[in-house]
């Protein structure tokens, strides 16, 4: 977003006679998420603006009440630095700050998260909130969450919109592959390349079984066979979870 439409959206435009979000939520309360994205030239008319919420501002100028919160992933103290964010402004906003763990570091969270998401969703396509099966609750606990809140809530909404029954599975959970499943190998390891692919190949059968407890299951998530998904289980004495 340009300079110019994020003045227009934050503090409106005389010719359109819209009065910008800042104005309008006047007596109340306004959510600005990413605040290290906004342009430099925003930043200054929003310290501007802030002015007017100060009761010692000149009485010429038309006073404000809003409660500012905002949010960022980034580390604005960087960005100061980097002289891409103004340091006035920091210290004009940083009056009560929190900082608030992301998701894979708080996957207790998740369980109470995704019902949240079931029931918000399920309220407005008019259907009764599906259960989610215990091995679904697993996978979405041990998925590392790279888009946070935001990829979990899409990645629910997404699935009760499809869903047929009355039960959320793994199989009705569309995620890109997890990241967290990376190849370990020691630089001096024993064996024969071929033993070191076999060695990997059980690693990642005995990560993801538990997350799709049949073969069938598993066989779709790995691009195999049903028959071939069976045999591997086999010689790698891995066990039903």
């Known amino acids: 977003m340009t ?4 003045n227009r959206i934050l503090f409106g435009c005389d010719e ?16 600005i998420e990413e605040i290290a994205e906004l342009p430099l ?3 200054g008319r929003l310290l501007n603006a802030l002015a007017r919420t100060n ?4 009485v010429s100028q038309k006073q404000m009440n809003v409660r500012l919160i905002c949010t960022t992933e980034k580390n604005l103290a960087a960005l100061i630095e980097q002289n891409v964010f103004r340091k006035d402004l920091f210290y004009q906003l940083n009056q009560l ?3 608030i763990p992301s998701l894979k570091e708080r996957k207790a969270d998740i369980p109470a998260l995704v019902d949240h998401f079931l029931n918000e969703q399920s309220l407005q396509i008019g259907r009764t909130p599906p259960t989610v099966s215990l091995s679904c609750k697993q996978y979405l606990q041990a998925y590392s969450w790279v888009g946070n809140v ?10 009760v919109s499809l869903l047929q029954g009355d ?3 793994i199989k009705d959970i569309s995620l890109p592959a997890s990241p967290n499943v990376h190849i370990d190998i020691a630089v001096e390891f024993e064996g024969s390349l071929d ?3 076999k060695r990997y190949e059980k690693d990642i059968l005995t990560r993801l079984y538990p997350y799709y407890p049949s073969t069938r299951l598993l066989a779709k998530k790995l691009g195999l066979s049903h028959t071939a998904i069976a045999n591997k289980l086999r010689e790698y004495a891995i066990s039903k979870p």
Do not use: C, F, H, Y
């Open 16 to 31: 359109t006679k819209n009065k910008g979000l800042l104005t309008e939520a006047n007596e109340g309360t306004l959510l």
């Open 167 to 169: 039960e959320l599975t």
């Open 55 to 58: 009761q010692n501002s000149p």
């Open 195 to 197: 033993d070191e692919v």
């Open 150 to 159: 935001k990829q979990l809530e899409n990645a629910v909404l997404l699935a």
């Open 3 to 6: 300079e110019a439409e994020t």
């Open 97 to 99: 700050s929190m900082v």
């Open 41 to 43: 030239g925003s930043q």
